[in-house]
T-cell receptor
Framework: IAGITQAPTSQILAAGRRMTLRCTQD?????MYWYRQDLGLGLRLIHY???????GKGEVPDGYSVSRANTDDFPLTLASAVPSQTSVYFCASSDHGGTGNNEQFFGPGTRLTVL | AQKITQTQPGMFVQEKEAVTLDCTYD???????LFWYKQPSSGEMIFLIYQGSYDQQNATEGRYSLNFQKARKSANLVISASQLGDSAMYFC????????????FGQGTRLTINP
């Protein structure tokens, strides 16, 4: 069982370039999330999706877009990368609305550097 | 809006001692969930423990327990009999029970266990 996979593991990107971070989960969770982690600031929510076909904005959505065409995939796109988007990006999923504590399971992260 | 505050940037503890990591929160949601995650130097986010605001008893998971004091809005993590492998960053987080499960994280506490 893979859980959540993210690709690429790391990337160096020139400012102004377009970049898509990929996220796939095999747990059939209905909800998925993207967070960024910067030094000293903990994790902050960028976008989320409660179910396939719907998305919502988190705390820091500007400069990012997402889509949720199916249950398993939740790509995050930077249309025109800027240096302030240098960060570690985590994808997560949860069984939203199901029994249990709605724990979010995290992927291994993508380290993105924008120069 | 929700807010998590972790006031201990770093803590140093001797192996086998118990340690308490502080977490206070603020929210206007009537029901909410509180989480603790561990992030070792390898970078992955590991779920440790969950406490629902409606739970009458404090949550426990092995060596981890959550000291939940609702009136004080605190959700401290207690690790008993600390081990060298407990050295990591620890994040407190919360989310409303109803609606989108948008986790809000604290800034984290770096715990170092000394032999």
């Amino acid at each position: 069982i893979a859980g959540i996979t993210q690709a690429p593991t790391s990337q160096i990107l020139a400012a102004g370039r377009r970049m898509t971070l990929r996220c796939t989960q095999d747990m059939r969770h209905n909800a998925m999330y993207w967070y960024r982690q910067d030094l000293g600031l903990g994790l902050r929510l960028i976008h989320y999706s409660n179910t396939a076909g719907t998305t919502g904005k988190g705390e820091v959505p500007d400069g990012y877009s997402v889509s949720r065409a199916n249950t398993d995939d939740f790509p995050l796109t930077l249309a025109s990368a800027v240096p302030s988007q240098t960060s570690v990006y985590f994808c997560a999923s949860s069984d939203h609305g199901g029994t249990g504590n709605n724990e979010q399971f995290f992927g291994p992260g993508t380290r993105l550097t924008v120069l | 809006a929700q807010k998590i505050t972790q006031t201990q940037p770093g803590m140093f503890v001797q192996e086998k001692e118990a340690v308490t990591l502080d977490c206070t929160y603020d929210t206007s949601d009537p029901s909410y969930g509180l989480f603790w995650y561990k992030q070792p130097s390898s970078g992955e986010m590991i779920f440790l423990i969950y406490q629902g605001s409606y739970d009458q008893q404090n949550a426990t998971e092995g060596r981890y327990s959550l000291n939940f004091q609702k009136a004080r809005k605190s959700a401290n993590l207690v690790i008993s009999a600390s081990q060298l492998g407990d050295s990591a960053m620890y994040f407190c987080a919360m989310t409303p029970i109803q609606g989108a499960q948008k986790l809000v994280f604290g800034q984290g506490t770096r715990l170092t266990i000394n032999p």
